[in-house]
């Protein structure tokens, strides 16, 4: 289980013939096996392996996401994710590369995995997005009346919509909003939808 590992860091380390023997017998065990996990695992390798910014790399991304078990092993998923955003920001693609990001940041956060979790805030800083921390319990500071704005807000709706479906004035909800984005510390719609969740 240790191959991973090694065939990443001798990836960024140029030195892919060493980690393509070593994926080669990790790929065996793994065949026999049928755990949905080390297959991921495995397609993890072989993107990471791929010419950067090729498509055979995005597939194998694509393939290891696809394959990680959604119920368990958060932590390796989060990790393909965290790869998977690296790989495309780097390609320049920064846009399709913060869902990733977003993604490995917040599940490397729930598990307590600071170090992963700044790598992740690194990465989505460098593809063009401000990352707080914002406190897990935050929501609870909200008043009934800003939850239910935050939540019509982080569904979608405009400003105005909020004002006609609640019975106030586009100025009341803008001021509700700017009151939830500083309570929350957040400065946009994007990271009002995950704080929330």
Do not use: K
Request: proline letters at 4%; aromatic letters at 6%; glycine letters at 6%.
């Amino acid at each position: 289980m240790a191959t991973p590992h090694l065939v990443e860091a001798a990836a960024y380390d140029g030195r892919p013939a060493r980690a393509r023997t070593a994926l080669a017998v990790f790929d065996h065990w793994a065949g026999s096996t049928a755990s949905p996990l080390r297959r991921a695992l495995s397609a993890r390798c072989h993107a990471l392996l791929a010419p950067r910014g090729s498509a055979e790399a995005e597939q194998q991304f694509r393939r290891a996401l696809s394959l990680h078990p959604s119920d368990a092993a958060t932590f390796e998923r989060a990790r393909t994710e965290l790869l998977f955003g690296r790989e495309l920001r780097r390609a320049r693609r920064p846009r399709e590369a913060r869902g990733h990001l977003h993604r490995a940041w917040q599940d490397f956060t729930l598990l307590g995995a600071q170090s992963w979790a700044r790598q992740a805030t690194v990465e989505l800083r460098a593809a063009g997005e401000s990352v707080g921390a914002p406190d897990p319990h935050a929501v609870r500071l909200l008043t009934g009346q800003q939850l239910r704005i935050a939540r019509l807000v982080a569904s979608g709706a405009t400003n105005r919509e909020v004002a006609t479906q609640m019975f106030l004035s586009t100025r009341t909800v803008d001021h509700h909003l700017r009151n939830i984005y500083h309570r929350l510390g957040i400065r946009s719609r994007t990271e009002l939808v995950r704080a929330l969740g």
